[in-house]
């Protein structure tokens, strides 16, 4: 039985001669990222920002469009509605009015019990809570706290696994696709919040990244040990190649499973679908054409020849033409 390849074996392209195009692609959109998030900012949801946690029992399972149709009907900001289990108990969230002010909540909460009451007769009113300001505030500061120590984490490995340049590379790749994605959602903050779930996103993001970069790292270093005079350039376009299918392969698979999830996740995961959609997307690109080939700049080189004992004309004849470029 043939299996499926969405890149063939024997690859031949340079990613290396686009480096400098890839250089100034990504430098580029990183810094219209860092302005979309200085002018726009992110659209935080109820966890970061405090709100108005109200929970519905219904006799049925209701459908969310319209349970968001009746509480956004009632002026009390945008909702962000979340279904139990058993599709029965839906949980509205609102973003604060006046934490603080006690009465005003309760107004709130009053107002869209009426409204759901008299769309949905059967439903009841099971509880609601607040989230302050301080909390929200914790989450924010844990939450960046958690992406920046992930952040050093992966880099120091790398740092220790490989060498200091593949360190650099992965630490700047990973920020790049951190700051796509962040830029992403200040550019459509009309359509998605940035809540905790966005945050699991980009922290999933970053281990899908830096599991692409090691392969590839790992690679490169192989084949510098492995052909000892070939020159830098030449083997990360070798390495690169030969983990090409392996990297395409796992995209896909992993966006068809994001797509069905973005179709049928509903509005709760549809800000963690979108950003993980995104993430791949561009950690993909930054695997192959940033991480990699930052490494000529940053001054990698192959280690010293030491030929083993006995190595004939012959052998280095045959090594050449294994790593000779082939012809398109």
Same mark, same amino acid.
């Given at each position: ?48 920002? /405090?709100?108005?946690? &109200? ?19 009632? /002026? ?45 007769? /059967?439903?009841? #009113? ?27 984490? &992966? ?6 696994? #490989? ?52 392969? &590839? ?48 996740? /509903?509005?709760?995961?549809?800000? #963690?679908?979108?950003?993980? &959609? ?51």
């Amino acid at each position: 039985m043939k299996l499926l390849k969405l890149v063939p074996d024997d690859t031949n392209i340079d990613f290396v001669r686009l480096r400098v195009w890839a250089f100034a692609l990504t430098a580029f959109l990183s810094l219209a990222a860092v302005g979309l998030v200085a002018v726009r900012g992110l659209n935080f949801g109820v966890d970061f920002v /405090g709100g108005l946690s &109200i929970e519905e029992r219904f006799d049925a399972p209701p459908s969310l469009d319209r349970v968001r149709e009746v509480v956004d009907a009632q /002026g009390v900001g945008q909702a962000a509605l979340q279904q139990s289990s058993d599709q029965r108990t839906v949980t509205i969230r609102l973003p604060v009015q006046d934490s603080a002010d006690e009465g005003a909540t309760n107004a709130v909460v009053r107002k869209v019990q009426t409204a759901i009451g008299r769309e949905f007769p /059967g439903a009841t #009113f099971s509880r609601y809570s607040t989230v302050s300001g301080k909390v929200s505030g914790e989450l924010i500061r844990n939450g960046l706290l958690a992406v920046v120590l992930a952040v050093l984490g &992966i880099g120091l490995f790398a740092i220790f696994r #490989f060498e200091w340049q593949f360190g650099v590379s992965t630490v700047v790749a990973i920020v790049h696709d951190l700051l796509m994605t962040l830029g992403f959602f200040a550019l459509m903050r009309d359509w998605f919040e940035f809540d905790l779930n966005t945050v699991a996103a980009v922290l999933t993001i970053i281990g899908y990244s830096i599991n692409d970069k090691i392969v &590839i790292d790992d690679r490169i270093r192989e084949n510098m040990r492995r052909y000892r005079k070939m020159d830098m350039r030449e083997i990360i376009n070798l390495s690169v190649n030969e983990t090409l299918p392996r990297t395409v392969m796992t995209s896909v698979t992993i966006l068809l499973a994001l797509g069905a999830l973005l179709i049928l996740g /509903g509005h709760v995961l549809r800000g #963690f679908t979108a950003a993980m &959609i995104l993430g791949i997307v561009v950690g993909t690109y930054s695997s192959i054409y940033v991480s990699s080939s930052l490494l000529i700049s940053l001054g990698l080189r192959a280690e010293p020849n030491r030929e083993k004992p006995g190595t004939t004309d012959k052998s280095r004849r045959q090594d050449a033409e294994r790593i000779a470029p082939r012809e398109s």
